[in-house]
């Protein structure tokens, strides 16, 4: 007769209150690269909470090796570009005393304008000491945390023939739209060079595995806020994919669930004696919000060079299509006279002379067209890598 209608349907309906509490009391947590990585991002209050919330699920924590590949590989990144900021912060300090000046017509000497700057550097300084804990690769407190919560707590090291694999699967997934990953497609560059695209992916399969083989429900922390994870209906996040909870219960028969930074903080809180301190909240909502803007700049700035790129190779089509017609003309009659030693009538001779000096005008707008082409491809690369 079949199913009831729950099971029938069940990874559209979202767990109730119990079963989420019943999940995070048994489940294993697994925390996603980014949120490995903004521990450098926060202030030091929020950093050490965090560290201390995830210490408390010492024996239930785990990651796939993925994910601790791709915290070490771009840890450094993250720690010269937080250092940076307050570099560049003491730069505009420069710049904003100087506008002051100018536009209070005062002098650089004025005692007004010493003290407000000393006091500004002397606030920032204080604000680095107190915040960045780590200044370089070498001597970086926050990785020590981390090798320690999550010692024996790594998935393997997947072979070459496994990640061809989910890549050959990744590139079918991806065409359908299948999450998790797809939104990831433009980061592939050859097939050399395409593990940034498949990254979410690979973590998707090694968290299915690891879930079967210990037979084990999982709880996935992420700052990931795109589409190929969430279920989002008319920009309101309801929870993970469908898409995912259902793989994830046919693979494993086992539950799934997720939560952002900030829901993991105010369920962490309901469910604990020690909470994660409300200030946190505020930075960790802050952080995702700057993320979201970045985002959707990228999106507008990526739409408008994607728009101007795909209107060159228009024109450039149908330049290429002029050439041709035109080079067509001039062969005809080469082979007609020409090749024969027939003297060209006057006519066709006009004909011939006009249509070779349009033909070289449209050869010299095709070269202009390619290198104004290969500059906006340059641009949208370069302002990938900003953003």
Known sequence: ????????????IEPSSKEKQELWEKAIFVFDTNVLLNLYRYSAKTRNSLLDAFQSFRDRVWIPYQVAYEYMRKRCEVIYETVQRYDQFKKEIDAFTNKAIDTLRLTSSDDEISDLKRYLFKWLDSNKDRNLLVLNAEADEILDKILTIFEGKVGAKLSQDEIDAIK???KERYEKSIPPGYMDDKKRKDQLDDNNAYGDLIIWKQILQYAKERSVGIVYVTHDQKEDWWNIVKGKTIGPRIELRR?????TGQEFHMYSMNSFINTYNKMNEVPIDKSAIAEVIGLENADKKRESRKKRLELSLSERIARVEETLEKIQ???S?????VSDIENKYQRQGVELPENIQYQYDNTKAKLSELESAYLEKTQELEM???SLASDEEKL
Do not use: C, H, P, V
């Open 321 to 323: 299509n002029r050439i």
């Open 247 to 251: 793989e994830f219960t046919s693979e």
């Open 168 to 170: 050959k699967e990744g």
């Open 1 to 12: 007769w079949g199913k009831d209608m729950r099971s029938a349907i069940k990874e559209y």
């Open 325 to 329: 017609r035109r080079q067509k003309i």
């Open 376 to 378: 906006l491809k340059r």
